[in-house]
């Protein structure tokens, strides 16, 4: 059965860093997209970065975290990575993994498997 689990999240002052990781089971996932969102309370489900397939190696990410935040993701350990730096009150969210196949690395629709979350939380 497949299954994504993340963790790393927790309470961090602005300006801190955080890195959360995502397990993955089941299946190898290096033929898949690997994306992170985030969903902040009374919000939408939004994007936060991707990573796209294992040789192709496209990243992206939403532009308010541009510059602070890096998605990896290590082959072997079957794991995905979001370095979040100069973290802001602002990215106080649950975040998400997600794994797909679909051509887009950013319309959640493209994704087919989605971890529980782990809560960030930035104090100002």
């Known amino acids: 059965q497949e299954q994504l689990v993340e963790s790393g999240g927790g309470l961090v002052q602005a300006g801190g860093s955080l890195r959360l990781s995502c397990a993955a089971s089941?299946?190898?996932?290096?033929?898949?997209?690997m994306g992170w969102f985030r969903q902040a309370p009374g919000k939408e489900r939004e994007f936060v970065a991707a990573?796209?397939?294992?040789?192709?190696?496209?990243?992206t990410y939403q532009g308010s975290v541009k510059g602070r935040f890096t998605i990896s993701r290590d082959i072997a350990k079957n794991t995905v990575y979001l370095q979040m730096n100069n973290l802001k009150p602002e990215d106080t969210a649950i975040y998400h993994c997600?794994?797909?196949?679909?051509?887009?690395?950013?319309?959640?629709?493209?994704?087919?498997?989605w971890g529980q979350g782990t809560q960030v939380t930035v104090s100002s």
């Open positions: 990573i796209s397939r294992t040789g192709v190696d496209i990243t």
């Open positions: 997600a794994a797909g196949t679909g051509w887009s690395l950013t319309s959640q629709s493209n994704y087919n498997y």
């Open positions: 089941g299946r190898t996932f290096s033929t898949y997209n």
